[in-house]
């Protein structure tokens, strides 16, 4: 049995792996979101959270809608919350 094949492939194994860990791509807001959007939207929620609840930052954004992520101290679930037609909070969902 040839010892070099279980060295070039441990090899490409890491190569693989160290590529997926460093060109993972980002969890960040999409650029047309304004971030303080994503706290506003957790301040509505607050006292529907437990104490305690942390945010967890924007998860995504759709036409009309805001979603964030909120750890509430079991694990991290998400939020929603309307958005005007010109991008402003309209109020949760």
Same mark, same amino acid.
């Given at each position: $049995?040839?010892?070099?094949?279980?060295?070039?492939?441990?090899?490409?194994? =890491?190569?693989?792996?160290?590529?997926?860990?460093?060109?993972?791509?980002?969890?960040?807001?999409?650029?047309?979101?304004?971030?303080?959007?994503?706290?506003?939207?957790?301040?509505?929620?607050?006292?529907?959270?437990?104490?305690?609840?942390?945010?967890?930052? !924007?998860?995504?954004?759709?036409?009309? =809608?805001?979603? !964030?992520? =909120? $750890?509430?101290? =079991?694990?991290?679930?998400?939020?929603?919350?309307?958005l005007?037609?010109?991008?402003?909070?309209?109020?949760?969902?």
């Amino acid at each position: $049995m040839n010892k070099t094949l279980p060295l070039a492939l441990g090899a490409l194994i =890491v190569a693989a792996i160290a590529y997926l860990i460093l060109f993972q791509p980002s969890e960040q807001a999409p650029p047309a979101v304004d971030p303080q959007l994503g706290r506003a939207c957790f301040e509505q929620h607050r006292a529907d959270l437990p104490p305690g609840s942390q945010y967890e930052g !924007i998860a995504g954004a759709e036409a009309n =809608v805001l979603t !964030i992520k =909120v $750890m509430d101290g =079991v694990g991290v679930v998400a939020r929603t919350c309307e958005l005007t037609p010109d991008g402003r909070l309209a109020g949760t969902k």
